[in-house]
């Protein structure tokens, strides 16, 4: 962390000094970008490094330095200018970009079999970013403590996720209390490279602001590492195959 702060207080001071200009902000923004889209990575690089001089709050610039450095193969200053990003309350679309550009970047030095994703720090919780079914993409909260994968009606509507007529409906313990919530199956859930195929889920709200819960039906097939300081969830697969869960394997979730 302290590492970060080093890293944005000399963004603030010292590219002020290298990279003065007149142009605004978004008139950088939008010379970085066509340098960019031309793959002239060191241009779009110093653009952009002036854009945060300018506008050192702006969460998307700093994702943005990130990308061109990222692409001319400086991963620990790329990797330093996402977590930025991720730090000044970026809109969602941005916290998910800085996510994926801190996964690619830790996939390239993973172990082999072990996968490893980027987290977005909510209060005092984790957020995963997952897709459902190959493209349906979402922000779920990682809860060791929850026996089932928990997916928002909302977001089960927009994939659409079809439940049963409710004679399978699963009891659920909440902060509220007991409830019932739909049983139903997704193709295919993937964090990361890490993807199950069938799995069961529970369509119920999950709180405010996310798409579900990741819950053990998925967790239990990995060792999980939480890097705090990096902001990563590694996941490695157990050496034995587990047996295939079904939806009357649910039990109830300690949340």
């Known amino acids: 962390m302290r590492r970060i702060f080093g890293f944005l207080a000399g963004v603030l001071v010292g590219q002020w000094l290298v990279f003065g200009s007149a142009l605004s902000p ?18 779009a690089l110093r653009l952009w490094s002036q854009a945060v001089s300018l506008q050192p709050a702006e969460a998307r610039f700093h994702y943005l330095r990130g990308q061109a450095l990222a692409h001319l193969g400086m991963r620990t200053s ?13 809109t969602s679309d941005v916290a998910r970009d800085a996510i994926a550009g801190l996964a690619g970047l830790a996939l390239a030095t993973a172990p082999d079999g072990d996968v490893v994703v980027g987290l977005e720090q909510g209060a005092g919780v984790w ?5 459902i079914n190959g493209v ?15 997916v928002a009606p909302a977001f089960a509507a ?8 409710g004679t399978d409906a699963v009891e659920l313990q909440t902060l509220g209390g007991r409830t019932r919530g739909a049983s ?22 999950p709180g405010p602001g996310l798409d579900g819960i ?29 047996v295939q869960v079904r939806s009357s394997d649910f039990a109830t979730p300690d949340r």
């Open 26 to 43: 978004a008139d950088l923004h939008s010379r970085a970008a066509a340098a960019y889209e031309r793959r002239d990575y060191v241009e």
């Open 78 to 90: 790329a990797a330093d200018a996402f977590q930025v990003s991720l730090l000044l309350e970026p």
């Open 127 to 131: 957020i995963v970013p997952i897709v």
């Open 136 to 150: 349906h993409q979402g922000r779920f909260l990682l809860d060791t403590g929850s026996s089932v994968v928990v």
């Open 158 to 165: 927009s994939i659409p996720l079809a439940s049963g007529d």
């Open 184 to 205: 139903a199956t997704v193709a295919s859930l993937r964090v990361g490279t890490a993807e199950l195929h069938e799995l069961p889920v529970v369509i119920h709200d």
């Open 214 to 242: 990741l819950g053990n039906t998925f967790l239990s097939h990995y060792r999980l590492t939480v890097d705090s300081d990096r902001r990563q969830l590694t996941l490695r697969p157990l050496a034995r195959p587990l």
